[in-house]
């Protein structure tokens, strides 16, 4: 019977005679198993029915929409529903991330072409990749004096000649005779001994950078060298992008459920004038500020969860591409293994030895063709050595700075603390006051005040960590830590993670110190990859 109610339904479209049945099987003494099977034939036919039945107006195509025109429409109400359920927190992220893009867009054609920090030296190390498909390399200062004296040519990469008129935004190595000849100058004479000049000095950086370049490069070929530029520059805006993104996801991995810190640490990175800056330059320091800032985040999420696999394997990639964007991350190792040995456990030494060995055979798997270059070209793994050999400018004599006394200079400090707020325009716009307003000044006090902050927090969560651990129970510990303000009571991981943001800073700052006892040109912004953990801190 019940089939050929089944056929009867298909014949004619409708599911009355069909439902009447299902509805006679419920009277007692009815059949259980033939009710189920009535019961699945009306499921079925109804699906069907619901797939076949007419649509209004269907002899009407003109009324009928297009499947592009709903799924436009379907997008947009997804779109909106998403925008409609998102959070503050991600609401206010993606206005700041619109607003930062906005200001990178604007800081790129507002500074003047290749006022950026090292712009020329980026572009010509660019151009060899590109159109040579290698890297530029340092010149060996007795080779190039033997062959100079033989006959007069030059046999180092060097800068474009149509860069000449930029000569005076590069460091002192070609910036001699800037004002006295129109034709671009290779070498020079002091204490009756040739040097080159113009050589490509950012030849010793990794080549990870360049080769991202690459294909924009390309593209923009036929454009004039500033219309490049401005492509260019426009290009780093989105590894600014990333480095707020990271700083968003790194406070949220550590502090879930502080909105004020979800809010105000992305924000600072992003109107930090110095990190805008470096957003919107031809230059590597935004790449591996924003790799780095990714291997932050990841270990603040393996301290979360006990550094999974997966997360330890993304760690040593990370970290292989900052350093393969620039030298200045090279420090990062060291956060890593300060962060797996406390937050694995020190006596746990086989699970953080195992898992520190997969995060560096990754890393060292990404970069070692790059330093055995090095080493084979320069016999270091740097090239700074040579790079010291050529600048004839650079602490040639006298006695070279330390740590200490680098650190103990108030000079020192005070044009460190210049740079990290600003030095734009190679120099030549510093930012200073707003008026007669001491804006560094300003700047500075408020950096104290908030040092001061952070150690009031530090006491205040140890009395509050002292007293919980002194509970007598389990419920007398919860009711102390309910009484608590949640940003004093913390898990171990959470305090492990801001000692790591303290590390990082350190660190970061020393690399600067050791820097400078070499080379007189170190800066603020090579702790810059140190930014997330500073604007946690801070």
Not at 20 to 30: A, I, K, N
Not at 108 to 137: C, K, M, N
Not at 307 to 328: D, E, H, M, Q, W
Not at 453 to 471: H, K, L, N, Q
Request: proline letters at 4%.
């Amino acid at each position: 019977m019940s089939l050929r109610f089944v056929r009867r339904i298909i014949e004619t479209g409708t599911l009355t005679p069909h439902r009447q049945q299902v509805r006679s099987l419920d009277t007692p003494g009815h059949d259980p198993a033939r009710a189920a099977r009535a019961a699945r034939a009306t499921t079925l036919i109804e699906q069907r029915t619901s797939i076949t039945a007419p649509v209004d107006g269907l002899d009407n195509q003109n009324d009928v929409a297009s499947p592009t025109v709903r799924n436009s429409v379907s997008i947009r109400t997804r779109s909106l529903a998403a925008i409609r359920s998102a959070t503050i927190e991600h609401k206010f992220l993606a206005l700041l991330l619109i607003l930062f893009v906005a200001k990178g867009v604007a800081i790129s054609f507002i500074h003047a072409p290749y006022t950026g920090h090292d712009e020329v030296a980026h572009y010509a190390y660019l151009q060899i990749v590109a159109d040579e498909h290698r890297v530029p390399t340092l010149p060996g200062l007795q080779e190039w004096r033997t062959v100079h004296a033989a006959d007069n040519n030059f046999i180092h990469d060097r800068m474009p000649a149509e860069f000449w008129k930029y000569c005076r935004r590069t460091t002192i190595d070609w910036s001699p005779g800037c004002g006295e000849f129109s034709n671009a100058i290779y070498a020079m004479t002091l204490g009756g001994l040739y040097f080159p000049t113009g050589w490509i000095y950012t030849a010793n950086h990794p080549p990870l950078y360049y080769l991202v370049m690459t294909p924009l490069y390309w593209l923009t070929d036929d454009l004039s060298i500033e219309g490049q530029l401005y492509a260019l520059r426009l290009a780093a805006i989105s590894f600014g992008v990333l480095t707020v993104l990271f700083a968003f996801l790194t406070v949220r991995t550590l502090f879930p459920r502080d909105r004020f810190l979800a809010v105000t640490v992305p924000a600072l990175v992003a109107f930090q004038p110095q990190i805008s800056y470096e957003a919107a330059m031809l230059n590597n320091d935004i790449l591996a500020i924003a790799f780095t800032s990714a291997v932050i985040w990841l270990l603040a999420r393996g301290l979360r969860s006990g550094f999974p696999i997966r997360t330890v394997a993304l760690i040593g990639f990370c970290y292989g591409l900052a350093v393969l964007s620039k030298n200045t991350s090279l420090t990062t190792g060291g956060i890593i293994a300060f962060a797996m040995l406390f937050g694995l456990g020190v006596r746990h030494w086989r699970a953080w030895l195992l898992k520190g060995a997969l995060a560096a055979s990754i890393t060292v798997l990404m970069i070692w063709p790059w330093y055995l270059f090095m080493y084979r070209t320069y016999g270091d793994f740097t090239g700074l050595a040579r790079i010291h050999e050529l600048q004839y400018w650079n602490y040639q004599s006298g006695e070279l700075p330390t740590i200490w006394s680098q650190l103990t200079s108030l000079q020192f400090f005070w044009m460190r603390w210049r740079e990290t707020w600003g030095e734009f325009g190679w120099r030549l716009i510093p930012l200073g006051q707003v008026g007669n307003w001491p804006l560094l000044r300003t700047l500075l006090w408020i950096t104290i005040i908030a040092m001061l902050g952070i150690a009031v927090w530090a006491v205040r969560f140890y009395r509050v960590d002292r007293t919980i651990r002194r509970a007598t129970d389990g419920a007398e510990a919860r009711s102390i830590a309910e009484r608590a303000e949640s940003i004093f009571v913390l898990e171990r991981w959470q305090v492990i993670g801001v000692l790591t943001m303290g590390v990082t800073c350190i660190l970061a700052y020393a690399a600067i110190l050791q820097f400078g006892t070499t080379f007189s040109l170190t800066q603020a912004r090579y702790y810059f990859p140190a930014i997330v953990p500073a604007a946690i801190l801070a």
